[in-house]
């Protein structure tokens, strides 16, 4: 629209510029002055020197001045004068001759036409009123026998009656041929601006359809081509695929390289990918990591050969300014006209069959299937019932004991989040959490449980049991709005419970992701009271410089270590060695997954000093945990 629009401008700019109109000014005055040589030679000639022909040198002089005079400044002061100068002389020329039966009358139509091509509407519109008027004047002077100077009509010399008329009849046949002749310049100009328009636009339109930096055809122009290859198609029996291929390390590659580097590892994978390129199969490129084929095939194998070997070779590294990148693409499959026959429904079912493949590790590629848009419809369902489960009471949180292995007590509990919806009934923690996550309602949710735990805490503090703390799990969104500190003391201070009694459980992933800002918000906490734990540790990077850069209190072994250290020696050891290397840091160990009576011993044998699992509680709620500690 912009090369539009400006393109309009220039010819506006061009059509009717300020020069333009100085041109067609200087062009009528020298007609106009050819005239006045031709008028008073004849007026000479016939007449002799006379008052008319003063009159026509007087005009002359007032032409030529206005003539040297016309510039762009000054172009509609010398238009208006030129008319009025000759409408003055015509009116003075029939006043002197005939009056209304003059033959300068002729003249007053060349005048309004002049007019109209060198002047204002303004002026135009005067000079008619004008010359109506002067018209009607000679009408009322004839009347009255008031015109003393006219000649009897009879009486004039024939050819030079005549010779004006041709005067007059060619001053009007050169107007009109020079209004036309503008006319046919202008609209000229237009038609040529029109088609420089037109091609420009048509640049326009085959840029649109390309991508910039890998020059391979875009979204557009795969809307455009797969609209007529469907049509195509219903005839043709052959299936199409429609593959995406995204580059999921895209972005680490940026920040691990630079933006130029990884332009050009793009650039590589796209001239790899058209080596594929034939009359059955089209590339295109997407968004910045999303590449597109639509691939004709006769069967499902010959495609499934097809989109192995397009693994294959995007996978391979790439040598780019003197690195080796990796990109790590997933490939999804959507096949029309089954699983859609139209590009939002190809595109959006080969988008399920990828994320599935994303999940699944044993293939380099997936078909889409009906299961995978059956499980997509029930994740959008729940993600719509999730975001209403705090105001429609649908959580509940249930408390795993933490029991101090030496002396078999319970010195506290984990809260963990429970999900049981009208509809769905009871959904699981590891399905509804990074739907939370992906909804943006992570943050609410950890906000109601950090509520819920504190309160719970203080209930068992006003039964007795005053030692009690509590551990909630975070998440990484809840660092991401800045306000975790000032949620959680303000949830401590209306329970009136003491900071100290409060443990937030990080993972090691979530450490990866915005290292200062966590840090920053972490030590806030930690300064006024709270402490910290890193879960399932040994399962992530097992960095061992985040537990002292976080100054964390307590670290818990991931559940898959402990529960197979009585069958396998080489978890034994790894449990044994996390627990020296805690111990002489400081830090507390509590074992999760404890299922029997010998591993709990095996893990007091080993100097772990607190246990979670079912072999003590399962996780309980409010009134059960409550039952518990009073039994114990």
Known sequence: MSIQSSDVNRSSIVLFSEQAQVTRLKLTLRLLLSIFVLLLLSELYFTGMSALAIAMITSFIILTLLYYWASPDTGSVIAGMLLWSVAVFITYACWLGNGIFDTSVLAFPCLLMLAIVISSKLIFISLYVYLVGALCFFAVVHNQSLLTGAILFQGLPMWGRVFSYIIILTLFSVGVFLIFSDIRKRFKNILQKNAALESKLEIFRRRSRFDQLTALPNENACKTDLATTLQKQKTSGHILAFITLSVNNLQSTRMNYSHSLCDDALKLLAQR??????????????????????????DHRSISKFVEKVYQLSSQTYHVNDFDVSLQPSIGIALAPFDGTTMEELRHNSHLAMHAQSNDNKSDFSFFDKAMAEAEQKRLELTKALKGAIANDELVLHFQPKIDLSSGQIIGAEALIRWINPVHGFVPPTLFIPLAEQAGVITDITHWVIEQSVLACKQWHDLGFNKLCIAVNLSAEDFKRGSLSTHTMSALHKVDLPAHFLELELTESMLMDDINFIQKQINELRSLG?????DDFGTGYSNLGYLTKFNVSTLKLDRSFVMNICQSTNELQIVKAIIGMSKSLGITNVAEGVEDKETGCVLANLGCEMGQGYYWSK????????ALLSAQ
């Not at 080596?275 to 006769?298: A, D, M, P, W």
């Not at 996780?619 to 409550?626: H, R, S």
């Open 530 to 534: 709270i402490s910290f734990s890193i």
């Open 273 to 298: 990918l058209t080596t594929f390129v034939n009359e059955k199969t089209t590339i295109y490129r997407f968004q910045q990591n999303e590449f597109v084929i639509l691939k004709h095939s006769i």
């Open 619 to 626: 996780p309980l709620p409010q009134e059960a945990f409550i």
